[in-house]
């Protein structure tokens, strides 16, 4: 039919003209690249640690218009763009539009945390009869690693793609007495992306001896883009919670949620019961607290759902792991100035951070962190978005 047209065209125009359809015509039917774009990565520079690392930045994009940039400094996500409910896409996660930003110090935003993510009451704990001393960061507590934990070192990077999606693989060798750990540990973190628009992170370590090992994301959410998060509806699958003591430290109690601020077995807003006269809510001036994940630890299964009602998106969480620390950007004040020059104000992002418990190392009824030679640690969390 084409042909017989171009042929009609060809036969009863001046050439000019016949040139202006064709050029028209091949325009007309070359796909918009805003339609479908081909998933890519771009691999940049991204400036110099002030040892003189030079540090990248991976920018992955999918068919479906999710964009998510990582950078091997600290394996941080710095952006997320996911279309709302009308296809208008805008950053999600909270961070900074330079190395520098991260580099000044700020709350582990999009970081990969390690040795241990969330807290190590007294700083200390046994493992076979020996005693380790890490570094205190949080008050006489130890917090998500240390002083210098995974979110403040250069990872190995390596950008591939396959039948799975975009990939960046990120690797780590944490030494021997590092923050005072045991053992030499060897971390692998791959982040993939993929057209359904899951984010994927796949955890790996490996020990030389006896140690404990906690790996967790910190990126802060906001899915309008914008403003507080205490209009966002969150579910939790979790019947149970781990209250804590005025440093956080769990007290070792699995507590119902039933009747507590902390249910959120069906969706409530964040914002609902956020400032209850309730002495954990006190505690952590807001959440900032570990829930017990419904289902078998080891097989990925749904930890949580966030819907933001003005834009339509949607967070879903999935994860091999058997606990999930809800943290509503309490200790955010205003003070932090991020991407744009956007105030990063109380309460305007949260964090969902998959996990073993706080202070597992110290309470033998938790379920178990430590990793011995021969042995590989695994973990796997999804960030799977849509909009409604
Ligand atoms: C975690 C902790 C919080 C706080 C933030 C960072 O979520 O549980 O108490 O330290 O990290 O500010």
């Known amino acids: 039919m084409i042909v017989r047209l171009q042929a009609f065209a060809r036969e009863t125009m001046k050439p000019w003209k016949w040139a202006a359809l064709a050029c028209g015509a091949v325009l007309w039917s070359a796909p918009s690249p805003q339609q479908a774009p081909e998933p890519k990565i771009m691999k940049q520079g991204f400036g110099k ?5 030079p540090v990248e930045l991976y920018t992955l994009t999918n068919r479906k218009g999710v964009r998510v940039s990582i950078t091997n400094y600290g394996g941080i996500i710095t952006s997320l763009l996911v279309p709302d409910r009308n296809g208008r896409s805008r950053d999600i996660v909270l961070g900074f539009d330079t190395l520098e930003g991260y580099l000044k110090g700020h ?5 990969i945390i390690g040795r241990y993510g969330n ?15 890490l570094a205190k960061n949080d008050g006489d507590n130890h917090l998500h690693g240390g002083l210098k934990g995974f979110d403040k070192v250069v990872w190995k990077a390596r950008e591939y793609t396959d039948g799975d999606g975009l990939h960046v693989a990120l690797d780590y060798r944490s030494r021997d007495g590092e923050e005072g750990y045991p053992g030499n540990l060897d971390v692998n973190v791959v982040y993939t992306l993929n057209d359904n628009n899951q984010l994927r992170i796949e955890y790996t370590a490996t020990t030389d001896k006896p140690t404990v ?73 807001g959440y900032d607290h570990n829930f017990v994940l419904r289902g078998a630890a080891g097989t ?7 819907y933001e009602p003005s834009s339509g998106r949607v967070l879903r969480v999935l994860t091999t792991e058997p606990g999930l620390q809800f ?35 110290n309470k033998p009824q938790f379920p178990s962190t430590v990793l011995r030679p021969g042995q590989t640690y695994r973990s796997t ?6 909009a409604r």
Do not use: M, W
């Open 119 to 133: 807290r190590i009451g007294q700083a200390r704990f046994t493992l076979d009869g020996v005693e380790y001393k």
């Open 327 to 361: 943290y509503s950007g309490n200790f955010l004040d205003g003070t932090l100035r991020g991407k744009g020059g956007q105030v990063y104000a109380h309460r305007s992002g949260f964090c969902l951070e998959t996990q073993h418990f706080p202070d597992s190392p």
């Open 381 to 386: 969390t999804v960030f799977e978005f849509s």
């Open 49 to 53: 640690t002030p040892d003189g690392v």
């Open 300 to 306: 990925l299964r749904e930890a949580a759902e966030v």
């Open 107 to 111: 709350p582990y935003f999009g970081a």
């Open 213 to 285: 090992v906690n790996l967790t994301n910190h990126s802060y959410f906001n899915l309008a883009g914008e403003g507080d998060i205490l209009g966002h509806v969150l579910q939790i699958q979790a019947d149970y919670f781990t209250p804590v003591d005025q440093g956080l430290i769990p007290t070792g109690e699995l507590r119902p949620v039933k009747g507590t601020p902390f249910d959120f077995t069906t969706p409530t807003a964040i914002g609902a019961r956020i400032d209850a006269d309730d002495p954990q809510i006190r505690f952590g001036r």
